[in-house]
């Protein structure tokens, strides 16, 4: 057991060193001066009437870089394209177009995106969710750190917006992956297509890059384009690069535990729920963020060193709260920290062991055949 306390001390000093590294650089990256161009705000919408509102009087509320926002209506059946039609009448830079019909191979956020990008104009193309409410410097932050970095793609997480217990359970695993164990000083000196990520909420594409690549064309069978399309971008030879954004963005993806579990699963199998991928994280995240309280429940009854596994779930808990705080998440999320991860290998272990249907259910009552 003192064996056992001692790997799940070095599994919890893994991210906590990782995530120094990368806070450390995400707070070190100079500002850049905004750069000229416009910036094409881009939503793929399918039945977000409850949310297109107040994203299009955010995204139209940019300041310090001139902006186009255009809505793909992708064949909503909710009041989505009489609002945005609404507000389009008022502000020319808004433009309402229609989704073709899906075709073979495709899913539908993906299909939705690559009409926004042909028909956009600007010089960078930013990507962001029916649910994302953009801060007025937004846009022009993340234009302006594409062009100190050299970078094609810039993505950040926004702030998420947590308020039930099923999402303050299941939400801040987006930001202790990307913040714990990816090496961002290190995505940031090499190109490899392994080191890609972003988060498919806020993503900002120089458009010539985009087009060059094959844009969301290039990843159109995927359910995980925050994963895929970086990968494509980084493929040919380009940057990419993540963002603080906390105060750039806000999104509530989920509102209970039921929507965040099907969403979080319907793209887990391009993410960690592969045979190979999932039981070196089941290792990594179980032994060095759930193994930790349960050894010291285990102390008292004399199995193992109490000190080493109150150390180690320390070490496991600073980091959460490292990480909550920087990324201005709720920190009453902090104490449920070993029940989230734990959460999060359920849901993985589900998605990979359980039978496949002959469809899943994706993106807004879509449903594709299973992989």
Known sequence: MTALALLALALALLPAGLALA????LRARPAAAVPNGLVS????????AANIGPTLAAALAS???PVEVIVADDHSTDGTAAIVAGIAASDPRLRLIPVPPLPAGWTGKNHACHILGEAATGRHLLFIDADVRLAPHG???LAAAAESAGAALVSGVPRQVTATLGERLTVPMINLLLLGYLPIPLMRRLTDPALGAACGQLVLVEAEA????GGHGAIRESLHDGVRLPRVVRRAGLATDLVAASDLATCRMYTDFAQAWAGFSKNAHEGLATPRALPVWTVLLGGGHVLPPLLVLAAPLGAGDATLALAALAVSLLTR???TLFTREDPWTIPLHPLTVALALALQWNALLRP????VATWKG???PAA
Not at 22 to 25: C, E, Q
């Open 139 to 141: 846009a022009a932050a």
């Open 41 to 48: 705000i881009l939503i793929p919408a399918r039945n977000e």
């Open 22 to 25: 990368n806070l450390l650089a």
């Open 366 to 368: 879509r449903t594709y």
């Open 210 to 213: 985009y087009r060059r690549v």
């Open 321 to 323: 709260a490292a990480i």
């Open 356 to 359: 496949r249907r002959a469809g």
């Open 63 to 65: 300041t310090g870089v």
